[in-house]
């Protein structure tokens, strides 16, 4: 790819950014939130028309209108949001869009499907729902969507997001394999120790530009840190000021129903004192979903006991659990933190919009709403062209701030965060951090929940582990081990 | 919003044009005489209001359960209901009694009729459009029942109600011997104004629109979609009923049967020219009231007034295939 230059309006999105992949390795892009490694993929896939530049593939110029030509050219993409549909088998998944024909061979393509996976060292039952798979089997999925197609340049967006450190693992060990084999991989992610660890090359995004490229064994952790923010990042020393206070949330034997009638808690118990984060580590579900709702209030227990501050909430409305202090930042922001086409003013207001100062007496205060947003977009550096433009024309990582940092005004008391960082840059997820320790500083709590263990290690002030809806705490002497908690999270002791 | 209705307007009367050309007239004259009968006269412009004014309201209690998110197809039934119990309360209080409880009753009856679709989609998750499209069907049946045999005026042959008496119908703002402007009209349209600020200035309606822009976040910011999808119905179905009663107390001064010609149908339209603020529900009835009344002036001079429904049938394609044409752009 040669001087991609792509304007969204009066932003430049990309400027003159050249990219240049060799078959066969192993290639990745990394940058701050808005930085433009989604947007330069999306024109390589032909989901978004370049402004200017030329693509090349394997020396032919080409120009892809739409992703369908993109893979005819053997380029695929692997999305952060995976395009997999629950309902249809994996078979059906595998094959659609790409079906070969109007009449279906089920035969002749699960024969090719099993050949595919076997070949990547990948085992699937082909009939059964894809609504089965773990997030990594979904991942391996989308992989071998990519080979079905007969991709030769295999673009992953942030691959290892909802991954637990194991299934990571061995997703790598299958795209060693795939590019020994010849196929072309770029990867776009946020983890530097991967890229360290499995890339051979590097190219880092800054604001639309291209600053560098570097061969990983000529470059460190710490000169691509700096690279990416552009000047030296002095990490902060993270002091645990944590001090146990009061018992703020008290959980005891809780069972709860998932949404499929399946038992997603089994007797769950636990503490948590003002003061305190409290990490929770484990693969995509494992029953966090179903914690943080009934904690909120959204899905009534089977069985057992919530008691915030020393007061059973049994009978609390998910409102009233708002209005003693409990707020979330969720796990789906476009789905259930944000309305997409309301102004940002609007979306500063929901959640809280019962309480002072955005309601007075029933009446919307405008003004102080008004106030806040700007307050909300201001604590985490939210990029955004103007309050009253709509929510959607953020980007992911903008929605992603405005939404934690909405979560922590009002004086919080309990913070439930659902991968708070989601998609952040190691500057946003720093200060959305920041942000959490602030509030349980006054004395407030925190409950957070990421599929990224050291990040937990990192900020939390304590981590468990859940396992099949069962939470489990590390002993008292491997209390902040990674291994121990690693155990845990696949249910091992 | 504006060059939207413009836009709209002209394109209305090509379309008409095209039609009557179609139909072997001359669209010119029929055009002159579409708009003489509708806005050519002071009397034509009164009659034309007297056309907008249950729209305009109808209008609104669409506009309000689509706020909410929900397509409330039921509109029909509740004015039919609203009108009926109006007519049948106003009938035995002479005097302002009549006129108030008239209205009361109206907007009770709509509401009641609102309330099963209400309840089957809060709680069931039911779907509104099956639901409010049956008890449309009940509603015409039951209040033609009722109307037949009951509550009917035995001294005449019409299958009606008596008539409310004069002290209980609603005064005239504006009357001459030809022209006449009744003060529901006033009412529709501060109603307009109050449903506006109601949406933009109170808690309540920030939650409601919330449900209806994103009801899961919704629920995550505290608010009960159930609650608030039976407070849009009820909203809605006794604004239904209000424009019945409005139609009994205002112009018709009775209930009969065959009471509405599908006001609470054409305000579907209505609702979806309207676009997001409940203002332009203004516009948009005062634009179908035009169409039908030159629609009836149109049929004197021997063109089908099915004309000008084909028109609006149009007009709402076109206004649907513009709102939404963001949805394939922005993907």
Same mark, same amino acid.
């Given at each position: ?6 304007k969204?309006?009066a932003?430049?999105a ?12 192993i290639?990745a ?17 032909g ?8 693509v ?20 695929g ?8 549909? @629950?309902e249809?088998t ?5 094959i659609?869009? =790409? ?15 099993? &050949?595919? %996976? ?5 085992? !699937? ?15 391996k999925?989308e ?7 007969e ?5 992953l967006?942030?691959?290892?997001? &909802?991954?637990s ?12 394999s795939?590019?020994?084999d010849g ?7 946020h983890?530097? @120790?991967?890229?360290l ?8 995004? $800054? ?21 990416i923010v ?5 990490? @902060?020393?993270?002091?645990?000021? !944590? ?29 948590? $004192?003002?003061?305190e ?23 009534k227990?089977v069985?057992g006991?919530?008691?915030f ?11 009233q659990?708002?209005?003693?202090g409990?707020? &979330?930042?969720p ?5 259930q933190g944000?309305?997409e086409?309301?102004?940002?003013d609007?979306n500063a ?7 002072? @100062? ?5 009446? *919307? ?11 909300? +977009?201001?604590?985490?550096?939210t990029?955004?062209g103007?309050l ?8 992911g990582g ?6 934690a940092?909405r979560s922590?005004?009002?004086n919080?008391?309990?913070v439930?965060?659902?991968?708070p ?24 709590a925190?409950l957070v ?5 050291d990040?937990?290690?990192e900020?939390?002030?304590r ?6 809806? $069962?939470?489990?705490e590390p ?8 291994? %121990? ?6 249910? %091992? #002791? | 919003?504006?060059?939207?209705? *413009?836009? &709209? ?22 055009l ?13 412009? +009164?009659?034309?209001l007297r056309e907008?004014t ?18 409330n197809?039921g509109?029909?039934?509740q ?7 109006c ?6 209080f ?7 409880l ?11 009729w +609102? ?12 779907h509104?459009?099956i ?7 009940v ?8 109307v037949?045999g ?9 299958t009606?109600?008596p ?6 119908r ?7 011997p030809? *022209?006449q ?28 629109? +919330?449900?209806?822009?994103n ?17 849009a ?8 009923g209000?424009?019945? =009663?409005? #139609?009994v107390?205002?112009?018709e ?13 054409d305000?579907?339209?209505? %609702?979806l020219?309207?676009?997001?603020s =409940? ?12 169409l039908?009344k ?16 084909v ?5 709402i ?5 513009? $709102? ?8």
């Amino acid at each position: 790819m040669l001087g991609i230059t792509k304007k969204f309006g009066a932003v430049t999105a990309l400027d003159r950014v050249d990219l240049e992949v060799s078959q066969g390795a192993i290639h990745a892009i990394v940058g701050e939130n808005g930085a433009g490694k989604t947007t330069l993929m999306r024109i390589l896939y032909g989901a978004l028309a370049s402004d200017d530049g030329t693509v090349e593939v394997e020396t032919h110029a080409v120009k892809f209108g739409s992703s369908r030509e993109a893979i005819q050219c053997g380029v695929g993409m692997v999305s952060q949001h995976y395009g997999i549909i @629950p309902e249809l088998t994996c078979l059906q998944n595998l094959i659609l869009g =790409a079906e070969g024909g109007p009449i279906l061979r089920n035969r002749a393509a699960e024969e090719r499907a099993k &050949m595919l %996976a076997t070949r990547m060292g990948f085992e !699937f039952n082909w009939q059964a729902e894809a609504s089965t798979l773990s997030p990594a089997g979904a991942q391996k999925l989308e992989i071998l969507k990519l080979l079905w197609r007969e991709a030769r340049i295999m673009i992953l967006d942030e691959p290892t997001a &909802m991954l637990s450190p194991a299934d990571a693992n061995a997703l790598f060990v299958s795209l060693d394999s795939l590019a020994k084999d010849g196929a072309t991989i770029i990867l776009v992610t946020h983890r530097l @120790p991967e890229v360290l660890e499995h890339c051979s090359r590097v190219t880092v995004l $800054r604001n639309g530009k291209r600053i560098d490229e570097k061969a990983v064994t000529e470059t460190s952790g710490s000169e691509l840190a700096q690279l990416i923010v552009g000047g030296a990042l002095d990490k @902060p020393e993270i002091t645990s000021s !944590f001090r146990p206070g009061d018992r703020l949330l008290e959980i005891t034997n809780l069972t709860v129903k998932g949404n499929r009638g399946d038992i997603a808690l089994k007797g769950v118990g636990f503490n948590v $004192r003002s003061g305190e984060i409290l990490g929770i580590a484990g693969v995509d579900g494992s029953g966090q979903r179903e914690l943080f709702e009934s904690i909120a209030g959204l899905i009534k227990p089977v069985e057992g006991a919530i008691s915030f501050a020393e007061q059973d909430t049994a009978g609390w409305t998910p409102a009233q659990r708002i209005a003693h202090g409990l707020r &979330m930042i969720p796990e789906d922001r476009h789905a259930q933190g944000v309305v997409e086409n309301w102004s940002l003013d609007a979306n500063a207001a929901l959640g809280l919009q019962r309480l002072k @100062p955005f309601a007075r007496g029933g009446r *919307v205060d405008e003004k102080a709403r008004h106030r806040m947003a700007g307050e909300i +977009a201001e604590r985490f550096n939210t990029k955004h062209g103007g309050l009253n433009l709509q929510m959607s024309s953020l980007s992911g990582g903008n929605q992603q701030r405005f939404v934690a940092a909405r979560s922590l005004c009002l004086n919080p008391r309990l913070v439930l965060a659902f991968q708070p960082a989601r998609g952040l840059d190691i500057k946003g997820t720093q200060k959305v951090y920041e942000g959490i320790r602030d509030v349980c500083r006054s004395g407030s709590a925190a409950l957070v929940v990421s599929f990224d263990l050291d990040e937990l290690l990192e900020q939390c002030d304590r981590v468990v582990a859940m396992n099949h809806g $069962r939470l489990l705490e590390p002993e008292a002497h491997q209390a902040m081990d990674r291994d %121990a908690i690693g155990r845990l999270m696949v249910g %091992a #002791q | 919003m504006i060059w939207r209705l *413009v836009a &709209m307007i002209a394109g209305a009367c090509a379309i008409l044009a095209g039609a009557v050309l179609v139909a072997h007239e001359s669209p010119i004259q029929s055009l002159q005489t579409l708009f003489h009968g509708s806005l050519g006269t002071p009397a034509a412009i +009164a009659g034309t209001l007297r056309e907008a004014t249950p729209l305009l309201i109808c209008g609104l209690a669409v506009f309000i359960a689509l706020r909410a998110g929900l397509f409330n197809i039921g509109v029909e039934g509740q004015l039919l209901v609203g009108a009926c119990a109006c007519a049948v309360v106003a009938i035995r209080f002479p005097g302002t009694p009549g006129m108030i409880l008239g209205v009361i009753a109206g907007m009770a009856a709509g509401a009641l009729w +609102a309330l099963p679709a209400g309840l089957i989609k809060a709680y069931r998750n039911g779907h509104e459009v099956i639901t409010t499209i049956m008890l449309n069907n009940v509603a015409l049946f039951f209040t033609g029942a009722l109307v037949s045999g009951p509550i009917k005026d035995k001294t005449q042959a019409d299958t009606a109600t008596p008539y409310v008496a004069a002290s209980s119908r609603m005064p005239w703002v504006y009357q001459t011997p030809t *022209v006449q402007v009744n003060f529901s009209l006033v009412l529709g349209v501060l109603l307009a104004v109050g449903l506006a600020l109601w949406l933009k200035k109170t808690v309540a309606g920030y939650e409601l629109q +919330a449900v209806g822009s994103n009801r899961v976040a919704a629920r995550f910011a505290g608010i009960s979609p159930q609650k608030v999808t039976m407070l849009a119905m009820t909203i809605s179905g006794s604004l239904g009923g209000l424009a019945g =009663a409005v #139609q009994v107390l205002a112009y018709e001064g009775r209930f009969y049967d065959g009471f509405s010609p599908g006001y609470g149908f054409d305000a579907l339209g209505v %609702a979806l020219l309207a676009g997001g603020s =409940a203002y332009g529900v203004l516009p948009s009835s005062l634009l179908f009231g035009i169409l039908s009344k030159g629609g009836t002036a149109l049929q004197i001079d021997g063109v089908p007034k099915g004309i000008t429904t084909v028109v609006l049938g149009m007009l709402i394609l076109i206004a649907a295939a513009i $709102r939404y044409r963001k949805v394939t752009t922005d993907a």
